[in-house]
């Protein structure tokens, strides 16, 4: 064979690269690659705070289970949320955005109120038994909301600033004040994340950013200057070994759990640190008991499962043609993505610890709640991209056939039987049926 006749040679790695990365344009990559993650998450963080609690659970309340029992409890409620949220049209959100803002505002001044400390923070409200709420984690999806519907409604006047700023501004301003009222510091990051978001992605100019990062940057140093926890927290992050004994205990354990770890850790269940070495060690800190027993490979695999999230999150928000759904999901995406820095951050030691938990993981179901009907209404915004529900529809036929279709398949199926039957008792005296025939 002549060169100029010779085939082309193919590079089956590179057709096989392109073939798995052109799955990601399929119409529900992002409805499954949200639902996968966030179960996975979840799933982890019941056995994560099993693990991390176990200890702490058997000295204080006699039972191993006794805190994890809770946690299931909580997802118990979390996952029929999720799933009813998953179903509800786009329209419905809007219509709660209103009452949804009035509930949290009203619960965020009950705090001030009849709520009580914990760790410093005034942000709780104890309900019966030994459950709490704490209302700061509910106002994240109810400014998520508030702000995509009020940006979407006035879409055609927010050329002006005036539009742009009245209500969402004031409005976020009264939420955010509130909590910062209550001394937490962590959950108002979270929440002018989200307020940045909305404005960002609605297309706001990027001069009105830079007076507001200087506003939002003087307060955040007004704060931390006037707390003296808060001075503390920020004095062990910059030098955590040199005040061991004290403030810079936290962190320097959680990196003493970190660094034994390995690659691989030291076997789920076998950790160290949580053994009244570590505080909040399946609250804040989960991600270090991830990383002493799970080691690198399960640290890394829930970044992994978080990019996945914030993959997702962004795609739903480019392909949407609702303004709504571009903002809500974008904010939400954003959400996620802060929260889960800032505290592995400061897991890590490279941010200051604010007392925020780990998305989906970390113990708790006033955070887990409003974060799984969030990850609910990623996927209803999911379902509605272009293409999604035409291919929902037809995976809905597939798999659950019509009564007509059932007798159509078994009279098929039969008549298929029957003319296998009638073939193999010809192939078995061919010769001698053609000779009696002769």
């Not at 399929?26 to 994560?48: D, E, N, Q």
């Not at 914030?310 to 480019?318: D, E, T």
Request: glycine share 10%; aromatic share 8%; proline share 5%.
């Amino acid at each position: 064979m002549s060169v100029a006749t010779r085939p082309p040679q193919v590079e089956l790695g590179r057709v096989g690269l392109v073939a798995r990365l052109r799955t990601l344009d399929r119409p529900l990559t992002s409805y499954y690659l949200v639902l996968i993650a966030g179960l996975l998450l979840v799933a982890l963080g019941l056995v994560m705070v099993f693990s991390a609690s176990s200890v702490e659970s058997l000295r204080h309340q006699g039972s191993v289970f006794a805190i994890a029992r809770k946690q299931v409890i909580w997802v118990g409620l979390g996952l029929p949320l999720m799933w009813l949220t998953s179903r509800t049209p786009v329209r419905i959100f809007r219509r709660l955005a209103f009452p949804s803002l009035v509930v949290v505002l009203m619960l965020l001044g009950a705090v001030l109120v009849i709520g009580h400390r914990v760790n410093g923070n005034r942000n709780w409200i104890h309900l019966a038994g030994p459950f709490e709420i704490q209302p700061s984690e509910a106002a994240k999806l109810a400014l998520v909301v508030f702000g995509a519907h009020v940006l979407a409604r006035k879409q055609k006047l927010l050329c002006r600033a005036s539009h742009l700023c009245v209500p969402l501004l004031p409005v976020a301003a009264a939420v955010i004040g509130l909590v910062v009222i209550g001394h937490d510091l962590g959950t108002s990051i979270v929440l002018l994340a989200i307020l940045v978001a909305l404005l960002f992605f609605v297309g706001t100019p990027m001069r009105y950013f830079v007076t507001l990062g200087a506003g939002l940057l003087s307060m955040v140093l007004v704060l931390i200057a006037t707390d003296p926890n808060r001075m503390r927290r920020v004095g062990s992050f910059l030098h955590p070994f040199a005040t061991y004994q004290g403030a810079g205990w936290q962190g320097a354990q959680s990196i003493f759990g970190l660094s034994s770890g390995g690659l691989t850790g030291v076997g789920l269940g076998a950790s160290r640190e949580k053994w009244g070495y570590l505080p909040e060690a399946h609250t804040d800190f989960i991600y270090a008991i991830i990383g002493e027993e799970l080691g690198m490979v399960g640290a890394l695999g829930v970044l992994a499962l978080f990019g996945a999230l914030v993959y997702a999150g962004f795609r739903i928000a480019a392909r949407s043609r609702d303004l709504f759904v571009t903002l809500a999901a974008a904010a939400i995406t954003v959400w996620i993505a802060v929260q889960a820095l800032v505290n592995i951050g400061a897991v890590l030691g490279v941010l200051p610890i604010t007392g925020i938990p780990l998305p989906l993981v970390s113990y708790g179901g006033s955070a887990l709640l409003p974060t799984m009907v969030a990850l609910g209404m990623l996927l209803s915004f999911a379902r509605a991209e272009p293409g999604a529900a035409a291919a929902l529809a037809a995976r809905g036929r597939r798999s659950r056939p019509t009564p007509l279709a059932k007798l159509r398949r078994t009279s098929a199926e039969e008549s298929a039987a029957r003319r296998r039957g009638r073939l193999r008792r010809e192939s078995r005296f061919p010769r001698r049926v053609g000779r009696w025939r002769t």
